[in-house]
Nanobody, 114 residues
Framework: QVQLVESGGGLVQAGGSLRLSCAAS????????MGWYRQAPGKEREFVAR????????YYTDSVKGRFTISRDNAKNTVYLQMNSLKSEDTAIYYCNVGGTGYWGQGTQVTVSS
């Protein structure tokens, strides 16, 4: 059974940083693309970033480029999202996803106060 558990969310002031983690189990983690998505209140879930199985290729939505960094540790079955220079518009529930599948975590709330 695939399980994804996100952590690291919280309340932070604009300009601050947070590091999200997503621990995966029940799958051969190192063979999957992993992604981060977010859903703000009243909005649809949107793509944030994804990383290839090796970590060699990374993609970001334009609004987070230069501020967010996705990474992974295949030995720990964990994917990370380092978020710097946070803005109020980054406020959302952040979810990790196993690329190309319907597996999602429960989400972690990120709230950025201005």
């Amino acid at each position: 059974q695939v399980q994804l558990v996100e952590s690291g969310g919280g309340l932070v002031q604009a300009g601050g940083s947070l590091r999200l983690s997503c621990a995966a189990s029940g799958l051969t983690f190192s063979t999957y693309v992993m992604g981060w998505y977010r859903q703000a209140p009243g909005k649809e879930r949107e793509f944030v970033a994804r990383i290839s199985w090796s970590g060699g290729n990374k993609y970001y939505t334009d609004s987070v480029k230069g501020r967010f960094t996705i990474s992974r540790d295949n030995a720990k079955n964990t994917v990370y999202l380092q978020m710097n220079s946070l803005k109020s518009e980054d406020t959302a529930i952040y979810y990790c996803n196993v690329g190309g599948t319907g597996y999602w975590g429960q989400g972690t709330q990120v709230t950025v106060s201005s």
